[in-house]
């Protein structure tokens, strides 16, 4: 330790409200390090002391934890409470004042010779059941006073309560950490659970969709009007099945998924996966789409594609009601990320509803003015979150919507 300088002179008047300072700082130390800090310094300072030491009880020792000091004491040194004056204060569960170090013979003399200490004052941490002591020394022989020791003691008092707060929070801190580790796991196999049996539906649902396609090519002319429009909603409910289960299954691999870092092309993403969709559009519809010149990201594109898609096949299935669909894909930057956006002149939604937005399986229309599971933006916000970016939206009910996704500045190209 280096030592310090001597301790600022406190009016005995400003000693109450030294104490009360020390009081608030301790009610707000989280731990034991902080405690020490605040009762070393503050030690000191109360009484004009040359040296303050801060002493644990480690069993059949006093260990001497930390000091502020005119030069060196015992920081980091353990001896036998049976011998040292910290240790007869914690036993007899008193303070002791001592003017002449040298005429009394609970001092252990050789380990004081090659100190400045001529007088001390020493007082016990919780007086009930001593859990460690605070120490003040002076290099001339001082008589502390009564009040001295007082103030020593009231800190002493206040840092046993610490003490035993720093500890109850630790072990809350330890509990909360147990607690959400458990949690992981058991989140880890409910999704796996939820992956396999998403997974297994795959094939049934393969089976289906075969035997209503053979329905509907080779039997549709021993079909009547209606026998045709069933075949081709069971074919269309499998569809959204098989999106719903193809969404489900990146949603529950992207948490495991190790990111791998890429160039991505953000712009060529957009495009092509905007043809892809709009060729799944009924023809005639009517497009106007532009994309700005967006950054690249050093994302994997595998991953990407889902938000794409997900973004530009709800801006145009929910402009389905317009006779002209405008989609523009744009960017904003700033210093610590790059926003992209997809912007949609569609039926929009009531920004009132906007907490349900992200939520797994929360819709904020219905299945009869537009299909879908609910799932595509949850699945938007975890691959996003997964990159250290968020995702958000403005919209208004029946004026279109705009949906922002960022990514931290080191992602993007
Ligand atoms: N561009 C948009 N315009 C208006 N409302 C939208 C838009 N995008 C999303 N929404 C609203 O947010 C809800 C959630 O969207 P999300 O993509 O998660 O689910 P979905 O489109 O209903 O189904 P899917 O799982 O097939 O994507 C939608 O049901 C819709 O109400
Ligand atoms: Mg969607």
């Not at 600022?8 to 409200?17: G, V, W």
């Not at 503050?42 to 801060?54: N, P, V």
């Not at 007082?123 to 007082?150: C, F, K, S």
């Amino acid at each position: 330790m280096t030592p310090s300088l001597p301790a600022t002179e406190i009016a005995p008047d400003k000693r109450l409200q030294r104490l009360v300072d020390a009081v608030q700082e301790l009610s707000l130390a989280r731990n034991l390090e902080t405690v020490t800090r605040i009762v070393r310094s503050a030690a000191r300072e109360l009484t004009g002391a040359d040296g303050a030491t801060f002493v644990l009880r480690d069993k059949d020792k006093c260990f001497y934890v930390d000091e502020d000091a005119i030069s060196p004491l015992w920081k980091g040194s353990r001896f036998p409470i049976e011998t040292c004056v910290s240790g007869w204060s914690m036993l007899n569960k008193q303070a002791v004042i001592i003017p002449d170090i040298y005429q009394d013979d609970r001092i252990p003399a050789e380990a004081y010779r090659p100190t400045f200490v001529k007088s001390l004052v020493m007082v016990p941490i919780r007086t009930m059941d001593p859990i460690g002591a605070i120490g003040n020394y002076w290099a001339h022989t001082h008589h502390a006073t009564l009040e001295e020791a007082q103030l020593l003691q009231s800190l002493a008092d206040i840092t046993a309560v610490t003490m035993e707060n720093v500890q109850i929070y630790a072990e809350l801190e330890e509990r909360v950490k147990l607690r959400t580790a458990e949690l992981e796991v058991a989140n880890k196999q409910l999704e796996a659970f939820a992956y396999s049996v998403s997974h297994d539906l795959r094939s049934p649902l393969a089976g289906i969709q075969g035997l209503a396609g053979i329905l509907q090519e080779e039997y549709r002319d021993r079909l009547d009007g209606e026998g045709q429009e069933l075949t081709d909603l069971i074919l269309q409910c499998v569809k959204n099945m098989t999106h719903l289960i193809d969404n489900l299954l990146v949603f529950f691999t992207t948490s495991q998924k190790e990111l791998r870092p890429g160039d991505t092309s953000m712009k060529e993403m957009a495009e092509e996966y905007f043809d892809a969709l709009r060729k799944q559009e009924p023809e005639g519809r009517v497009f106007e789409f532009s994309v700005d010149e967006l950054p690249n990201a050093g994302v994997d594109a595998t991953l990407m594609k889902h938000v794409w898609i997900n973004l530009l096949s709800n801006a145009i299935k929910y402009s389905r009601k317009k006779d002209k669909t405008v989609i523009r894909v744009g960017f904003e930057e700033t210093p610590q990320q790059t926003t992209y956006f997809v912007q949609d002149e569609g039926s929009g939604f009531d920004m009132m509803y906007y907490n349900k937005l992200f939520g797994a399986f929360q819709r904020l229309h219905s299945d009869q003015e537009f299909e879908g599971n609910g799932i595509g933006l949850s699945l938007v916000e975890r691959i996003i979150s997964r990159y250290g970016g968020k995702v958000w939206a403005t919209a208004a009910d029946g004026a279109g919507a705009t949906f922002y996704f960022s990514l931290p500045r080191e992602t993007v190209r």
